[in-house]
């Protein structure tokens, strides 16, 4: 290279910051090949948002960047993410800071997921081969984290599992010499009997062994109803997950394994091909099973037509492209995806059955009410959270909301105890309610920027937690106790200033 060209180079880039380094794994030091590392700048910094891939020997490099404060991660495969800075599993990144020219060096460590491993045996403590096994996040529902089989000796092993509490359960079976009941480590039916087993990074439960009960499975079988008949793709749930089965032509249908004794919803969905067209076609129905029940007959139709209403206080219309609508499927094993809502034609095609709705903060307006066809027996939330309807067969059903174009602001400056800001703090809003503390609605998070200034805009009038901190990506609600989070009450229309110290667990 011509001596000329390289000394341009080399002062074209004096302005600019490097970042380089290395992804190990934590425990060997290997180098992680393919990982992913992601730069993002924090607000007020000029630089780019980049991603690279770590090359065979575990390293990276980015183009030169401009000075300022940035955000760095890596993740890969059966390892556990990781922010630069970041103090443990649940604590937030720290940015990096670059000043000119600077050429950081970075040692990046990923752990691995953690595990869970026993036997499944029988009543002689002989294995049980090719007996299903679930682990469920140790919550109300409990949430599913992982499934596995049990080899020729009766040995399974579940990974990829982030820190915290888990419970183990068989899924019920049904030999040629008897059936096994759902059962939970160590021998329980009962959720709240079970053995929890903390989980970390880098290490694996041993011994969450299970021994089922024996006792009778029941069959669950029927038609799906459609007009003309065709093939239906079926889904029984439960508190504990679910399983899913397709009809032969006619409708008719079975599910493969045995279910235990309880309360299951029963989803049904197909391809319609009436006269009218091709379109999706559904239904939903709660069903108990105490005994076999071969004769369960579930009416597909045509999907409900939800017409969203959104007024202001006024009674006037608002322009549905100003706000944005999010669902999410729910059913007893708990909540399914966040959708986006297209209501800019007035009407939308949901699924039957149970779904939140809510509106998506804005800087312009926020809930005051809703209405539209809840389930009575569900306790009523703000209606700035999620509202959940019941959605029985094909019809058209109103949804409306209610939105005032007065919502309040809440914004401030986090620093040190020094009164020194801090770039890239997270800060976490919660809606509160402090006669009965309990948490209202799903808690909103954003960064500060460079000069330690962050905002929340769309709010509705009420009360609510704030907490700037780096011990958390998402706190939950005993979290914001131990941290002793600023309690603050917004009104209509209002901006008001909270500036806050950030919270450091010493």
Do not use: C
């Amino acid at each position: 290279m011509p001596k000329w060209l390289l000394l341009a180079l080399v002062t074209g880039t004096l302005d600019a910051a490097v970042i380089r380094g290395v992804v190990v794994e934590n425990q060997t030091g290997k180098p992680l090949a393919r990982a992913l590392v992601v730069v993002q700048p924090v607000a007020g910094t000029a630089g780019p948002s980049l991603s690279a891939r770590t090359n065979p020997y575990g390293a990276f490099e980015f183009p030169p960047v401009a000075p300022g404060a940035y955000l760095v991660s890596a993740s890969k495969r059966s390892f556990a993410p990781w922010q630069y800075g970041q103090k443990q599993w649940k604590s937030a990144g720290v940015p990096l800071v670059l000043e000119e020219a600077s050429t950081p060096f970075l040692n990046l460590r990923l752990q691995r997921l953690g595990a869970i491993t026993g036997s499944i045996v029988d009543e002689n403590d002989v294995g049980l081969p090719e007996h299903d096994v679930v682990v469920f996040r140790n919550t109300r529902p409990p949430q599913l984290a992982g499934k596995g089989r049990t080899d020729d000796r009766g040995v399974y092993r579940i990974g990829g599992l982030e820190p915290g509490s888990y419970v183990v359960r068989t899924i019920g079976k049904q030999y040629e010499e008897g059936g096994y009941l759902p059962t939970f480590s160590k021998e329980t039916a009962r959720l709240d009997e079970a053995q929890t087993l903390e989980v970390n990074l880098d290490q694996q439960v041993d011994g969450a062994n299970v021994r089922p009960f024996s006792g009778q499975l029941y069959l669950v079988a029927g038609q799906a109803a459609t007009f003309p008949p065709s093939q239906v793709t079926l889904t029984l749930v439960s508190e504990m997950g679910s399983e899913m089965t397709v009809s032969d032509g006619a409708g008719n249908y079975r599910f493969t394994n045995p279910q235990p004794p309880g309360t299951y919803e029963l989803y049904a969905q197909a391809q319609g091909n009436d006269r009218r067209g091709t379109g999706v076609v559904a239904g939903y129905r709660t069903l108990l099973v105490d005994r076999d029940r071969t004769d369960n007959r579930i009416n597909l139709g045509a999907l409900p037509d939800i017409r969203f209403v959104l007024e202001d206080t006024n009674g006037q219309p608002v322009d549905p492209r100003k706000v944005q609508l999010l669902a999410r499927r729910k059913d007893l094993s708990g909540e399914g995806a966040l959708e986006t809502l297209r209501v800019a034609q007035g009407t939308v095609k949901l699924l039957p059955g149970r779904w939140d709705l809510s509106m998506a903060p804005t800087a312009s307006y926020y809930a005051v009410s809703f209405s539209g066809p809840r389930n009575e027996a569900v306790e009523k939330g703000r209606a700035d959270g999620w509202n959940e309807i019941v959605l029985a067969g094909p019809g058209q059903e109103t949804v409306k909301f209610v939105l005032s174009p007065t919502p309040a602001t809440v914004h401030g400056v986090v620093s040190t105890a020094n009164h020194d800001p801090v770039a890239g703090a997270p800060v976490f809003l919660e809606g509160y309610d402090p006669e009965s503390r309990k948490r209202l609605m799903d808690v909103r998070v954003t960064r500060t920027d460079t000069r330690g200034q962050y905002q929340f805009s769309g709010l509705a009038p009420g009360s609510y937690r704030i907490l700037g901190s780096f011990e958390f990506q998402m706190p939950d609600s005993a979290a914001l106790d131990a941290a002793n989070a600023r309690i603050v009450k917004t009104e209509k229309g209002r901006d008001l200033a909270v500036d806050l110290e950030i919270y450091v667990i010493r």
